[in-house]
């Protein structure tokens, strides 16, 4: 089949590779109709993130039809011919983790726990596509993919709705989803989001759905900007205006209720520290250039909340500790415990509540994505989400 | 049924490779290897390298190891005792063990893989059988290897599951003491915390997560050392069937 490998820093490539098997009871093999490339692929690609390995098949946002099941899987779960997304979280479905509705953080789906134990303690799930650290499952930017614990992720689309519009349950839909309830929002609250990527899109439209009444979102990309304006959002264009002023005249001097982090580890500002941040990454001192979390700590409103749905790797230093203590704020954070969210959201998108194709700007065969990577990197062309589609040959896209 | 006394000789060639001598080397090709490659792991790798090279430089062989990890199922003591109870399952979850015969109701023959993926045998007999407390095993006195091992259930105070602890103990004397001490490391316990996380898994889940021979792209020199690291690849049994024991299944 053909997949898309990572090969090395910004280097990836469209292989020939081996068809997967099941390898275990509970696995499912997909048949791929739709995959995505994620903001967070953008942190492999380029090469900040530890523990990827040449030859690794990216992709953790696809959907598709189950063509095989395995002997542990019930057939009233999931059987040959279902059509499918599939979360980008593995969870088993039985472990204290998994009991508790925190899926993102199952005990047993990764393999390699014992790496991410060294790194965060105890480990969080496994996932598709990423570091060997969790997990190195095979990806699904691929014409097939392994499923494993397939009677407890994917989930299950009638006929009749378009992959484009459910192919985002796979993860950024319940990703800006949970990033939104993490905002404990009341309703009438302020939230502000920084970064209006795919993501931050999905956050955005979610505080509203959650009951907030304004969002103040943070970007420099004049596309994104406005997409973010059609769905209700006031904008600031940190290129443009000093952010922590303009919030603060926005609240009237109060702040935000919450702040919402959806950038991570390659953030982009402005200033000394930045630049501190920028030399430490490039020198491998650091992962992380971790500007706006500092900043949304400083912004938010005494007692608020701030919500980091935005992926970070590892450490990050000059974080204003004695302003998250002395204004008694919370931080909320974790991968999506996708198994919550994918099917109250996809009964949204059912009934008309949002249609999840508005942030498609690039539809390609899986054959282009390496070009893809990189122009939904470099942000051109009005690159916001790309979708990839395994089965159509390169041809006029 | 005869122990098979003429796979455990050794050269001293393999013998010399896994020695502290022979990670010194290796340690230092690493560091080599991690600071020419220059890319993201490039840190990690010599970091790696130096630190094994310390550890080798500072410790020598184990004689004899003691160890010992808890983990907490999600499972009631019954369960886990049934599951680990079946000495057959040992091999489910025991990363080394390649295999348990189950002899009788407390005899037992063991094959684990030692270094090279060399067989090496014993015969086992449980000493302590506590339905749902308690087993312990150890190898019987004429075995070529002295080993003994225990493992307790004890219900959480909540309700919550059992607290699994198991003890795994080599002692020097038999002949292949320096071989068993080698394949268990320098950090034994590390060991035995995973096959401990395997047997939660195969309770809780039914099943021991895995990637090993999964698809991929080309790895290149330097992925096909980390495949074995990451266990993509390896020596383990293919993973079974199993029921799953937890609350939910």
Sequence with gaps: MKAVCWMGKENMQVHNVPDPTILNPRDAIVRITSTCICG????????????????????????????EVGPGVSRDKLKVGDRVVVPFTIACGNCPSCQDKLWSCCDNSNPNAWIAEKMMGYSPSGLFGYTHMLGGYAGGQAQYARVPFADIGPIKIPDGIPDEKVVFLSDIFPTGYMGAENCNIRPGDTVAVWGCGPVGQF????????????????????????????????????????????????????????????????????????????????????????????????????????????????????????????????????????????????????????????????????????????????KRDRCTKVVLKPWESAMAA | MTPQHSQLSFDRDSKDLLSSKGILVGAAALMAYGITRRSKTSLALATAGGLMALNASRSHNPSHAHTRATFLVNASPEQAYQLWRDFSNLARFMRHVKSVEVLDETHSEWVVLGPMDREIRWYAEIIEDVKNERISWRSRPDSLVQTSGSVEFRPHRAGRGTYVSATVRYTPGGKLSKTIATMLGKHPQFMVREDLRRFKALLEAGETPTTLGQSHGPRGVHGSVEQVLFRETGNLAAPQAAQAYSKTA
Excluded: W
């Design chain 1, 40 to 67: 967070s692929d953008l942190h492999l690609y380029d090469g900040y993130v530890p523990t990827m390995e040449q030859g690794d098949i990216m992709g953790h946002e696809f959907m598709g039809e189950v063509v």
């Design chain 1, 203 to 378: 956050a955005i439209r979610s505080c509203f759905m959650l009951g907030a009444g304004r969002v103040i979102a943070i970007d420099r990309v004049p596309e994104r900007l406005e997409m973010a304006r059609a769905a209700g959002a006031e904008t600031l264009n940190f290129d443009e205006v000093d952010v922590l002023e303009a919030l603060r005249e926005m609240t009237g001097n109060q702040g935000p209720d919450a702040c919402m982090d959806v950038v991570g580890m390659e953030a982009s500002g402005h200033g000394i520290v930045f630049a501190m941040d920028k030399a430490k990454q490039m020198m491998r001192a650091s992962m992380d250039r971790p500007i706006v979390v500092r900043q949304a700590i400083i912004a938010c409103k005494k007692g608020g909340t701030v919500s980091v749905p935005g992926v970070y790797a590892s450490f990050i230093d000059n974080v204003p500790m004695g302003a998250y203590v002395n204004k008694g704020l919370t931080m909320k954070t974790g991968q999506t415990h996708m198994m919550r969210y994918m099917q109250p959201l996809l009964e949204r998108i059912q009934n008309g509540d949002i249609d999840p194709s508005f942030v498609i700007s690039h539809v390609l065969p899986i054959d282009q994505a390496p070009e893809a990577y990189k122009t939904f990197r470099d």
